[in-house]
Protein backbone atom coordinates (compact mmCIF):
# COMPACT_ATOMS: atom_id res chain seq x y z
CA UNK A 1 0.00 0.00 0.00
CA UNK A 2 1.04 3.30 -0.47
CA UNK A 3 2.35 5.69 2.36
CA UNK A 4 2.41 9.48 2.91
CA UNK A 5 4.00 10.68 6.03
CA UNK A 6 4.40 14.70 6.73
CA UNK A 7 6.90 16.39 8.16
CA UNK A 8 8.10 19.95 8.69
CA UNK A 9 4.87 21.50 10.77
CA UNK A 10 5.21 23.54 13.87
CA UNK A 11 5.41 27.32 15.45
CA UNK A 12 5.57 30.06 13.78
CA UNK A 13 5.11 33.80 13.77
CA UNK A 14 3.19 35.19 11.39
CA UNK A 15 4.99 36.62 8.39
CA UNK A 16 7.42 33.40 9.27
CA UNK A 17 8.32 30.64 7.18
CA UNK A 18 7.86 27.04 7.15
CA UNK A 19 8.71 23.81 4.83
CA UNK A 20 6.65 20.86 4.42
CA UNK A 21 7.67 17.37 3.41
CA UNK A 22 6.13 14.01 2.32
CA UNK A 23 7.49 11.53 1.61
CA UNK A 24 6.17 8.62 -0.11
CA UNK A 25 6.66 4.80 0.12
CA UNK A 26 5.50 1.70 -2.25
CA UNK A 27 4.69 4.09 -5.32
CA UNK A 28 5.99 4.92 -8.44
CA UNK A 29 6.48 8.34 -7.16
CA UNK A 30 7.38 10.04 -10.02
CA UNK A 31 4.13 9.40 -12.34
CA UNK A 32 1.44 10.70 -10.10
CA UNK A 33 0.40 14.16 -9.14
CA UNK A 34 0.51 15.59 -5.86
CA UNK A 35 -1.12 18.09 -4.06
CA UNK A 36 -1.35 19.47 -0.64
CA UNK A 37 -4.28 19.93 1.71
CA UNK A 38 -5.07 21.40 4.83
CA UNK A 39 -8.06 21.64 7.53
CA UNK A 40 -8.54 23.95 10.39
CA UNK A 41 -10.87 23.23 13.05
CA UNK A 42 -14.20 23.89 12.35
CA UNK A 43 -13.98 24.12 8.24
CA UNK A 44 -13.45 22.15 5.46
CA UNK A 45 -10.51 20.56 4.10
CA UNK A 46 -9.16 21.94 1.46
CA UNK A 47 -7.16 21.90 -1.64
CA UNK A 48 -3.71 24.48 -1.00
CA UNK A 49 -1.47 23.42 -4.05
CA UNK A 50 -0.95 20.44 -6.52
CA UNK A 51 2.15 19.45 -8.79
CA UNK A 52 1.16 17.49 -11.55
CA UNK A 53 4.32 14.82 -12.68
CA UNK A 54 5.32 16.80 -15.14
CA UNK A 55 5.72 19.89 -12.80
CA UNK A 56 3.03 21.71 -13.51
CA UNK A 57 1.52 23.53 -10.45
CA UNK A 58 -1.67 25.14 -9.24
CA UNK A 59 -2.64 27.20 -6.16
CA UNK A 60 -5.82 28.25 -4.39
CA UNK A 61 -6.10 31.62 -4.58
CA UNK A 62 -5.78 32.28 -0.82
CA UNK A 63 -1.71 31.10 -0.96
CA UNK A 64 -0.80 32.21 -4.02
CA UNK A 65 2.33 34.34 -4.23
CA UNK A 66 3.41 33.00 -1.04
CA UNK A 67 3.40 29.06 -1.02
CA UNK A 68 5.33 26.93 -3.56
CA UNK A 69 5.23 23.33 -4.19
CA UNK A 70 7.54 21.00 -5.08
CA UNK A 71 9.20 17.78 -5.78
CA UNK A 72 12.23 15.60 -5.71
CA UNK A 73 11.29 12.39 -7.23
CA UNK A 74 14.59 10.95 -6.78
CA UNK A 75 14.08 11.34 -2.84
CA UNK A 76 10.11 10.55 -3.32
CA UNK A 77 8.70 13.55 -2.19
CA UNK A 78 7.15 16.33 -2.10
CA UNK A 79 7.34 19.59 -0.42
CA UNK A 80 5.15 22.80 0.04
CA UNK A 81 7.33 25.98 1.13
CA UNK A 82 5.03 28.25 3.23
CA UNK A 83 6.54 32.16 3.39
CA UNK A 84 4.67 35.31 4.62
CA UNK A 85 2.16 32.98 7.15
CA UNK A 86 -0.60 34.14 8.29
CA UNK A 87 -2.74 33.61 11.38
CA UNK A 88 -5.40 31.88 8.99
CA UNK A 89 -3.00 29.29 7.39
CA UNK A 90 -3.61 27.45 10.99
CA UNK A 91 -4.11 24.08 10.43
CA UNK A 92 -3.19 20.78 10.01
CA UNK A 93 -1.29 20.33 6.33
CA UNK A 94 -1.94 17.09 4.83
CA UNK A 95 -0.48 15.34 1.15
CA UNK A 96 -2.07 13.86 -0.94
CA UNK A 97 -2.11 11.31 -3.90
CA UNK A 98 -4.55 9.90 -6.36
CA UNK A 99 -4.05 6.23 -7.79
CA UNK A 100 -5.95 5.03 -10.72
CA UNK A 101 -8.54 3.64 -8.52
CA UNK A 102 -7.36 4.52 -4.62
CA UNK A 103 -6.79 8.42 -3.47
CA UNK A 104 -3.74 8.03 -0.17
CA UNK A 105 -3.59 10.44 2.47
CA UNK A 106 -0.64 11.20 5.36
CA UNK A 107 -1.72 11.61 8.75
CA UNK A 108 -1.08 15.51 8.47
CA UNK A 109 1.41 17.56 9.96
CA UNK A 110 0.40 20.63 12.42
CA UNK A 111 1.06 24.04 11.42
CA UNK A 112 0.39 27.01 13.90
CA UNK A 113 0.53 30.27 12.82
CA UNK A 114 0.98 32.77 15.90
CA UNK A 115 2.73 35.25 17.64
Known amino acids: QVQLVESGGGLVQPGGSLRLSCAAS????????MGWYRQAPGKQRELVAV???????NYADSVKGRFTISRDNAKSTAYLQMNSLKPEDTAVYYCKVDERFTSYWGRGTQVTVSS
Open 26 to 33: RIIFSIYT
Open 51 to 57: ITSDGST
